[in-house]
């Protein structure tokens, strides 16, 4: 699954919300991934309304906070994040971009990334925006994030440092340091806060991808102008993997939903549309580490967005015993993975090749059993279904509150999922 979003009137982080929730992520699994976070509940509240902004309706992500005016330092929000019991991928991505807007806000005002004091966008919204935008496109089975230009309207605008001209200038800095592109604003004002650069600046490309349309979500802003305030967000396929779908059997695509539970979009994160000239595959021959650290350089690889990582035995010079660590990943990843394998492991150089991937399509559900929700990978060849497989970390979790067997569970999905197949 991939997605484009389209920001005719910007994007913050609470209309990226909208989009999301509009779109088909249930509000009550970003209360659920709040509430991971460890918060106090009495400081936060999250409301959906429906709202119109000119002519076009628009999903509301209202947020509210309850806390006194905050300095937090990187250091404070990444606590937060990395003490909470989310997927590990949530994590390290909410990170990610908190780590952008520090970087961002510490060439702005000319200090260190570790002394930066977070003002607006350290506040407990601006955590709820960017926590909840990452596990919202997980949730969704989004693989890749896609994303037009962003409008920089003109002005100025108050922060806790006085006036600022528009665009702010950490929100500059953060999309000039991916050369994201621009569009012509449709009017002065605040169209792209720095919480939604840093959101982009961290999750997308800046392209337009040929994409079999399933759903668009449209999310609204905080303010009305003399134009719909709103950003879109496209759900898909590539057309490669879906173009002719007409049929609308029940077990067929159409029936899917985009929805998928976060402990399955662990998954999905690391699925990426085929696509020639996307992916490469990188490797190196290693007989000198501890093999005890193989374990943690593939984490630290899929963390930073390979899609696949294994090692193969070899026998290498003077007959020392050795591995061959093989990982691909989208081509825009090749600098950083490979500085990874560079840096993680005792290598000196590292092998890319370009390959082709040949995927089948698939998209995730979340089936009712006997002993809770269980989300499942629907494989999908020639427009039908053609494979279920449960997320089986959550057949292990419900098995042992249960105190039945994970076969038992797995037996009860199979029996959730029957009619897909038949």
């Known amino acids: 699954m991939i997605a484009y979003l389209d920001m005719p009137s910007g994007i913050s982080g609470d209309m990226f919300l909208g989009c999301l929730v509009d779109v088909g992520w249930p509000l009550h699994e970003l209360h659920q991934v709040i509430q991971r976070l460890g918060l106090p509940d009495e400081s936060w509240q999250i409301n959906q309304k429906m709202v119109q902004r000119g002519p076009l309706r628009g999903t509301l992500v209202d947020i509210q906070v309850e806390e006194g005016p905050t300095h937090r330092h990187l250091a404070d929000v990444t606590q937060i994040i990395t003490q909470s019991t989310l997927a590990n991928t949530i994590k390290s991505k909410a990170v990610a971009v908190f780590t952008r807007l520090a970087e961002a806000e510490a060439w702005v005002h000319g200090t260190s990334v570790e002394q930066v004091h977070f003002h607006e966008v350290g506040a407990l919204d601006a955590i709820i925006d960017i926590v909840g935008v990452v596990a919202g496109l997980e949730s969704l089975g989004i693989g890749q994030l896609y994303a037009s230009g962003a409008p920089l309207g003109e002005g100025w605008t108050r922060s806790a440092h006085g006036p600022i001209p528009l665009p702010a200038p950490a929100t500059l800095h953060l999309l000039t340091d991916v050369k994201a592109p621009s569009r012509t604003a449709p009017g002065p004002g605040e169209l792209v806060t720095p919480t939604g650069a840093a959101l982009i600046a961290e999750l997308a490309i800046f392209r337009q991808p040929p994409m079999m349309l399933h759903h668009v979500g449209y999310g609204a802003g905080q303010k009305d102008f003399d134009w719909p305030n709103v950003a879109r967000i496209w759900l898909g396929t590539t057309q490669?993997?879906?173009?002719?779908?007409?049929?609308?059997?029940?077990?067929?695509?159409?029936?899917?939903?985009?929805?998928?539970?976060?402990?399955?979009?662990?998954?999905?994160?690391?699925?990426?549309?085929?696509?020639?000239?996307?992916?490469?595959?990188?490797?190196?021959?290693?007989?000198?580490?501890?093999?005890?650290?193989?374990?943690?350089?593939?984490?630290?690889?899929?963390?930073?967005?390979?899609?696949?990582?294994?090692?193969?035995?070899?026998?290498?010079?003077?007959?020392?015993?050795?591995?061959?660590?093989?990982?691909?990943?989208?081509?825009?990843?090749?600098?950083?993975?490979?500085?990874?394998?560079?840096?993680?492991?005792?290598?000196?150089?590292?092998?890319?090749?370009?390959?082709?991937?040949?995927?089948?399509?698939?998209?995730?559900?979340?089936?009712?059993?006997?002993?809770?929700?269980?989300?499942?990978?629907?494989?999908?060849?020639?427009?039908?279904?053609?494979?279920?497989?449960?997320?089986?970390?959550?057949?292990?979790?419900?098995?042992?509150?249960?105190?039945?067997?994970?076969?038992?569970?797995?037996?009860?999905?199979?029996?959730?999922?029957?009619?897909?197949?038949?």
Request: hydrophobic letters at 35%.
């Open 240 to 422: 490669s993997a879906t173009t002719g779908l007409t049929k609308t059997s029940h077990n067929t695509l159409q029936e899917t939903t985009p929805k998928a539970s976060q402990e399955a979009s662990q998954e999905a994160s690391q699925e990426t549309p085929y696509g020639e000239g996307t992916f490469v595959q990188i490797e190196t021959n290693i007989d000198d580490m501890n093999p005890e650290l193989y374990g943690v350089v593939r984490q630290s690889l899929f963390d930073a967005g390979a899609l696949d990582v294994w090692t193969t035995p070899i026998q290498m010079k003077k007959e020392r015993p050795g591995n061959v660590l093989s990982l691909v990943a989208p081509s825009h990843l090749e600098e950083t993975l490979a500085a990874t394998v560079l840096k993680e492991t005792t290598t000196l150089g590292v092998r890319v090749h370009r390959v082709h991937r040949h995927e089948a399509d698939r998209v995730f559900r979340t089936i009712q059993t006997e002993y809770g929700e269980v989300s499942v990978k629907l494989k999908i060849l020639d427009h039908q279904i053609v494979g279920v497989k449960p997320e089986f970390d959550r057949c292990v979790e419900l098995a042992k509150g249960a105190g039945v067997t994970v076969q038992a569970v797995l037996h009860e999905v199979k029996l959730a999922t029957s009619h897909i197949l038949s």
